[in-house]
């Protein structure tokens, strides 16, 4: 089972008292459900790959107005062949629709109906509908993060965004191929909606796997760090190696003072240590106390003292 499989499995295992349960019905019938005539009149359709929610639907149905669905099994002759479920509620349809604010006089109702998303537990109940509808999640395994509803209403998708930003989630909104999608990419806002879904299973596991990633990244970027700081300290110690040699064989040529003969010294004795190693080997050696500070200070006057010998060997080659 894929990982939105998990989810929209615990949300359906939700306790919902009456009115979270009309308030996510309405979300599953605005999102997903067609509304068909025929010679029996007006009914209601659902379709879908999963059988747990059209199973939930189908309960949610029967607690609230006492009526049995009718379900039907179709095959998918395309593609993975998989088994297709149906749902199509006959009996009291008008009934249903107007009770959840879906059908009005002037029509279908697109937007969220207030009363279902007014006090926030309606509204959670609403945003589980939806996802329970149309919305999926990438596996916390993969290298990123999304979480999305996809409907083919505007009016709806921007409602829905709507409803999410209440919760503090910023859910964006576009269209694709034709269906508009109210998305979000944070990994902690998508843990914030799966902890709003009441998916405490789900939640743990997406956190999990996001914890050990961003652990694991964090220890890639310190050695890639720590990789870079001792190449840089490896070309330094080279470059002060080549001037400590240049500035012996012109020792004749200049005095030298005994603090930078002493670095000097330490430098041809260790030249892969670190300042601050070399700090301690001035230490052990002359015992002179001496500061990181200090000793670059120390450095970068070798560098200097041997300039004008390196510039005369630029030009020389």
């Not at 068909?36 to 929610?53: D, P, R, S």
């Not at 993975?80 to 749902?87: D, Q, S, T, W």
């Not at 207030?114 to 996802?131: D, M």
């Not at 509803?149 to 829905?160: K, R, W």
């Amino acid at each position: 089972m894929s990982f939105t499989s998990d989810v929209k499995g615990e949300i359906c295992l939700d306790a919902l008292d009456i009115y979270e349960a009309k308030a996510q019905l309405c979300a599953l019938m605005q999102v997903k459900a067609t509304l068909h005539m025929n010679w029996q009149g007006m009914y209601v359709a659902f379709q879908m790959e999963n059988a747990g929610i059209i199973k939930h639907i189908y309960g949610l149905v029967k607690r609230l107005y006492h009526v049995e669905g009718r379900l039907s099994v179709l095959k998918k002759m395309q593609l993975k062949k998989n088994n297709i479920y149906r749902l199509q509620i006959y009996e009291k349809a008008s009934e249903i629709l107007d009770d959840l604010m879906i059908l009005n006089e002037t029509g279908l109702h697109s937007a969220p109906p207030y009363k279902w998303t007014r006090s926030e537990k309606n509204a959670r109940a609403y945003l589980q509908g939806c996802f329970l509808a149309s919305g999926s999640i990438n596996s916390p395994k993969t290298t990123n993060y999304h979480c999305e509803i996809t409907t083919a209403n505007e009016q709806l998708a921007a409602g829905i965004q709507k409803v999410m930003e209440r919760f503090f989630l910023p859910a964006r909104l576009i269209e694709r191929k034709n269906v508009y999608v109210v998305y979000i990419k944070a990994g902690d806002k998508i843990a914030d909606f799966l902890r709003l879904c009441n998916a405490s299973n789900a939640l743990f596991a997406f956190e999990d796997n996001r914890i050990q990633r961003d652990f694991y990244n964090q220890l890639t970027r310190l050695d890639n760090c720590e990789v870079a700081n001792e190449m840089k300290t490896f070309k330094a110690a080279k470059e002060q190696t080549e001037c400590i040699r240049i500035l012996e064989e012109n020792a004749a040529k200049l005095t030298i003072p005994e603090k930078i003969t002493r670095v000097m010294e330490v430098r041809k004795r260790h030249p892969e240590a670190s300042v601050n190693e070399l700090c301690d080997e001035v230490y052990k050696e002359f015992g002179e106390t001496i500061s990181k500070s200090g000793m670059k200070h120390r450095l970068s006057k070798i560098r200097t003292l041997a300039a004008p010998w390196r510039t005369m060997d630029e030009k020389k080659d």
